[in-house]
């Protein structure tokens, strides 16, 4: 199966600062990957797919970026409703599969 | 406005079964294909497995943990979709999440919008 290595699994960052969440597929697939924010209690939402365009209705603070076996989600100014837990996932080939998960705390 | 609203889920005994439903409105459900996506308690996402729409011959795709004890069904004359749980496991306890996937200009399916989930708890 295909992993995708998320990194870190937890930062912390103040309000205002930008936060780079990174991904590694353990082998090539394009721009075949998905972002996710989950907030606590929450179910997931969907930021990114096609590795870097936006779904509707998405802050332009988010922006995804990469292609083959390294991707990125940047945000650009944290804001309070960003807090909260990022996934990536591969949709290349099945199985479908996820990143570990980053947890983004208030510093 | 896209909603998908699970239920069905509940308390179920190690090796009893479970149907879980996802009602979908908002979207042409016909056109696009359907996944289920769980969460353990305190752990990440996992894929559960996908059903494809009719012009993509209505097939289905399964994760390795569930392949043969869980099966995709779709009514797409009540826009819905369902997971069909057998021979339950304790490591089946997870929320189940409903997800819309959209076709990217590629050719590819993307997971787009989710449900709010439906607890599942095997326990004896």
């Known amino acids: 199966d295909l992993q995708m290595t998320q990194s870190p699994s937890s930062l912390s960052a103040y309000v205002g600062e930008r936060v780079i969440i990174t991904c590694r597929a353990s082998q090539a697939i394009s721009t075949y990957v998905a972002w996710f924010q989950q907030s606590p209690g929450k179910a997931p939402k969907s930021l990114i797919y096609g590795a870097s365009s936006l779904q509707s209705g998405v802050s332009s603070r988010f922006r995804g970026s990469g292609f083959g076996t390294d991707f990125t989600l940047t945000i650009s100014s944290l804001q309070p409703e960003d807090f909260g837990t990022y996934y990536c996932q591969q949709y290349a080939s099945y199985p479908l599969t996820f990143g570990g998960g980053t947890r983004v705390q208030v510093k | 406005e896209v909603q998908l609203v699970e239920s069905g889920g509940g308390l179920v005994q190690p090796g009893g079964s479970l149907r879980l439903s996802c009602a979908a409105s908002?979207?042409?459900?016909?056109?696009?294909?359907m996944d289920w996506v769980r969460q353990a308690p305190g752990k990440g996402l996992e894929w559960v497995g996908r059903?494809?729409?009719?012009?993509?011959?209505?097939?289905?795709e399964y994760a390795a943990s569930v392949r043969g004890r869980f099966t995709i069904l779709r009514d797409d004359a009540k826009n819905s979709v369902y997971l069909q749980m057998d021979s339950l496991k304790a490591e089946d306890t997870a929320v189940y999440y409903c997800?819309?996937?959209?076709?990217?200009?590629?050719?590819?399916?993307?997971?787009?919008?989710w449900g709010q989930g439906t607890l599942v708890t095997v326990s004896s």
């Open positions: 908002g979207f042409t459900f016909s056109d696009n294909f």
């Open positions: 059903g494809r729409n009719k012009h993509d011959t209505d097939t289905t």
């Open positions: 997800v819309v996937d959209y076709y990217d200009r590629s050719g590819y399916y993307y997971a787009a919008d």
